[in-house]
């Protein structure tokens, strides 16, 4: 497998594969030996050597960098020889719902005002990928949490009231189950959309309340986190995946059950 994104996700998928003697080649774009593939022009000797699946893993380094990361990305590898590529997205591609439940075929943003111009390139990217020939697997990634991504450490350095009501569902995934998903649905040759979220769906008041009692919520700044709705597993599920951490801070939720 080629990895385009050698960050949280895409450098420990890499070492899974490795450690599961599976062929894998990482392309960064940082690094000077991505030039060739971040420019679309992908070696057909890569694809002689059996390496016709992309995981397209990659991450903006600012918000004013989504467009050339995810969408002119997506546009160049469409066009290349690579047979199946895998993309991780995001669940904010549905917008809000009003804490209603969203599936996989629930429609996504439609009033592109209304959502911000990073999830309107989310979107972009996912149509221009499922709309190719090419075969697809779209994950759409909740919140993640894992090592160095721990959020009772970072809400415990916060000082400041927090922006909004805390009144939103919460959609978390650990990075532990986004590379057991992404093993299993290369393993498997799944395609299409797969929603990759916890069951966790709580408030984020009341998440954050159990992890950092003292913060406080300011209702007059626009929240960061947007679109409030409770995004369904059960796909993934039925497809046989299981989930190493179904319901994460278990141990703090107990405390008040």
């Not at 690579?82 to 809000?96: D, F, M």
């Not at 409770?230 to 994460?248: A, Q």
Request: aromatic share 6%; glycine share 8%; proline share 4%.
């Amino acid at each position: 497998m080629l990895i385009l994104g050698g960050g949280y996700v895409g450098s420990r998928f890499a070492k899974l594969l490795q450690s599961q003697h599976q062929q894998v080649a990482v392309f960064s774009r940082q690094e000077k030996p991505a030039t060739l593939l971040w420019q679309g022009e992908i070696s057909k000797n890569l694809i002689d050597q059996g390496y016709d699946t992309l995981l397209m893993a990659v991450a903006p380094d600012t918000s004013a960098d989504y467009e050339s990361t995810y969408l002119a990305t997506a546009k160049l590898l469409i066009n290349s020889p690579l047979k199946h590529l895998i993309y991780t997205s995001s669940t904010s591609v549905y917008g809000e719902h009003q804490g209603a439940t969203v599936t996989e075929t629930t429609p996504l943003a439609t009033s592109l005002s209304a959502v911000r111009t990073q999830t309107q390139i989310l979107i972009a990217t996912e149509k221009t990928l499922l709309n190719s020939d090419k075969k697809i697997t779209c994950l759409r990634l909740g919140e993640i949490i894992g090592p160095g991504r721990d959020l009772q450490e970072r809400l415990a350095k916060v000082t400041k009231p927090l922006a909004g009501t805390g009144s939103a569902l919460t959609n978390i995934i650990h990075i532990e189950d986004i590379l057991g998903a992404l093993m299993h649905v290369y393993k498997h040759q799944l395609l299409g959309i797969y929603n990759l979220v916890s069951d966790l769906h709580i408030t984020r008041k009341k998440l954050y309340q159990l992890l950092a009692p003292h913060l406080t919520w300011d209702p007059s700044q626009k929240p960061l986190h947007g679109g409030n709705k409770r995004v369904s597993n059960e796909k993934i599920k039925r497809s046989g995946y299981t989930f190493h951490h179904s319901m994460p801070f278990a141990e703090h939720l107990a405390l008040v059950n």
